[in-house]
Structures are given as structure tokens and as C-alpha cells.
Nanobody
Framework: QVQLVESGGGLVQAGDSLRLSCKASGRTDAAYVVAWFRRAPGKERDFVAGITLSGGNTYYRHSEGRFTISRDNAESTVNLQINTLEPEDTAVYYC?????????????????WGQGTQVTVSS
């Protein structure tokens, strides 16, 4: 299994940018996709973006253009760049790893989860 630790969150103003990082350890060679989810206050945890570790193929639940997922296999890190942050982006952001060759968007598709990093956007 893979262990995941998120970092990079914080309190920012609307219009700012953040780069969140997900550091993986353990059996990283077993993971197929690493994805970012987020849980806004009072809402369910929703998929944001995913990337295949082998090919670097990316996919997004919503094509908003402000989110960019990338990977650095040498550092065992997956990043999520968020530009032009909005108050609606306020959420706990989680990274997750899957182990099946599927580009899923459901929580059930992912077997490992980090503890999350808080992003708070003020207006």
C-alpha cells in the first residue's frame, strides 16, 4: 500500500494561487492513479483531478481551467496547482491512490487516502 501526505494548504485571498503537494511513500510502484479530491464545508467529498503515474495522463471532473495536476516520479510527488482561487474553493483537499488500471472518479476507485490539507479562501 501507499502512504500519502498532503501539504501546501493555507489561508489565502481570492485571486491568489496555491500549489498543493502529495508525497507518496511505500509501494509507490503499485499505484496506478493518484488523484485529488476535496470536501467543502457541509458537502460530500468530490473528485477534482487525477493523473496516471506511468504515463502522466491527466483527467478532470470539471473542466474549469484553473486546476492543473502534475507528477514528479523522481520525488514521488503529485501536485495540484490552483490558480485564481475563489471562496468556493474553500475545502479540505485530499490525495488518493488507486491500484487498478482505471481512471476512476469515485471514492470507491481509490484504496489509499491522505489526511488532507485545508485551503481557506477569503474574499
Amino acid at each position: 500500500q501507499v502512504q500519502l501526505v498532503e501539504s501546501g494548504g493555507g489561508l489565502v485571498q481570492a485571486g491568489d494561487s496555491l500549489r498543493l503537494s502529495c508525497k507518496a511513500s511505500g509501494r509507490t510502484d503499485a499505484a496506478y492513479v493518484v488523484a485529488w479530491f476535496r470536501r467543502a464545508p457541509g458537502k460530500e467529498r468530490d473528485f477534482v483531478a487525477g493523473i496516471t503515474l506511468s504515463g502522466g495522463n491527466t483527467y478532470y471532473r470539471h473542466s474549469e481551467g484553473r486546476f492543473t495536476i502534475s507528477r514528479d516520479n523522481a520525488e514521488s510527488t503529485v501536485n495540484l496547482q490552483i490558480n485564481t482561487l475563489e471562496p468556493e474553493d474553500t475545502a479540505v483537499y485530499y490525495c488518493a491512490a488507486s491500484y487498478k488500471p482505471k481512471v476512476g472518479i469515485d471514492e470507491s476507485d481509490f484504496g489509499s487516502w491522505g489526511q488532507g490539507t485545508q485551503v481557506t479562501v477569503s474574499s
